[in-house]
């Protein structure tokens, strides 16, 4: 997505005790942040007269964006965030960037990782993300890219066979399962836990990417109904998947996975909607048929303007 509007919101301290109580404490009267015992500190005020306010401090900017998600199969959390790291690494190497021109965030949480949200964070931005969804060897550059900075040998042979038994150490890399000359930086520290370079899902997806071939998809007519598609087509949506989506035993016709956006004609009930967000997914809502102008809530969750 080209100029992708992405927002980006502290809501507090990670230390907090309370996750619920988003923020921090400010005193509007001196304009001081304060603390409490909500934050994990003890209170400043020892007579208990300071007012305090909470502000949850965001900035939102327009940005180049690419949401990369596996078409099938769940990785750990562990796996995932080792993925991330060496795909934006390799990104870097491939397209000769500084670390901080490419950031990246787990979606939809650190703590439920089903996608990689990249976006160019410099002004104006590099184009590098257009490149490696429109050139057809620039993931797979980057993908063995990846892997020769994860201190392997041997690697042409292993993408050749597919198989991540054939990766040798470089005997010289002493590296146990990350470092600062391969995965490990100052802008993924929160993930430093996290990354192992030998984790064997990590291997074998940035193998199978080494030997891919980008391609775009043409896109089907939308299933569900005639008037739907027309509609889509008259409010400058994208078309949905050709598959359908599966949740909780109710089939939806109408998802972006790329977006991890399903639709319903009609009211769904609070359990699938629960299993929805269980799965990284958000359902909207849409009448029996389609007005002048599309659904809000719809145009909001893929990024169209209204």
Same mark, same amino acid.
């Given at each position: ?52 306010? %909470? ?70 931005g590099a184009g590098v993300l257009g490149r490696l969804v429109g050139e ?74 080494? %030997? ?7 896109? %089907? /007519? ?21 598959? $359908? ?7 939806? $016709? ?22 929805? %967000? ?5 359902? /909207? ?9 599309? $659904? ?11």
């Amino acid at each position: 997505a080209a100029g992708a509007t992405i927002s980006r919101i502290n809501k507090g301290l990670r230390r907090r005790k309370e996750k619920s109580i988003l923020g921090f404490g400010i005193d509007p009267a001196t304009g001081r942040w304060t603390a409490g015992p909500e934050d994990g500190d003890q209170e400043d005020s020892t007579d208990g007269a300071v007012t305090k306010q %909470r502000v949850v401090p965001f900035v939102q900017d327009n940005k180049n964006a690419a949401l990369l998600r596996l078409a099938e199969g769940e990785l750990s959390l562990n796996a995932m965030a080792t993925l991330q790291h060496a795909l934006m690494r390799g990104l870097d190497l491939v397209f000769q960037l500084e670390e901080s021109e490419t950031l990246s965030e787990p979606v939809p949480s650190r703590d439920n990782r089903r996608a990689i949200l990249t976006f160019e964070a410099t002004e104006g931005g590099a184009g590098v993300l257009g490149r490696l969804v429109g050139e057809p060897g620039a993931l797979a550059n980057v993908a063995k890219a990846a892997l020769g900075l994860m201190h392997f040998r041997n690697i042409d042979a292993a993408i050749e066979a597919g198989d991540s038994a054939l990766l040798e150490d470089e005997p010289e890399a002493g590296c146990v399962k990350g470092c600062y000359r391969c995965l490990l930086s100052y802008y993924n520290q929160p993930d430093h836990e996290f990354i192992d370079r030998h984790d064997p899902d990590v291997k074998n997806t940035l193998l199978r990417l080494a %030997r891919s071939t980008v391609r775009p998809i043409a896109r %089907r /007519a939308a299933p569900g109904g005639d008037a739907w598609p027309e509609a889509f087509d008259r409010w400058r949506i994208p078309l949905p998947d050709a598959q $359908p989506l599966a949740i909780d035993g109710v089939i939806l $016709p109408l998802v972006w996975r790329g977006h991890l956006v399903a639709a319903h004609v009609g009211a769904i009930s609070g359990e699938v909607a629960e299993a929805a %967000r269980a799965i990284g997914f958000t359902i /909207a809502e849409l009448p029996a048929q389609p007005g002048e102008t599309p $659904p809000p809530h719809l145009s909001d969750l893929l990024g169209v303007s209204r």
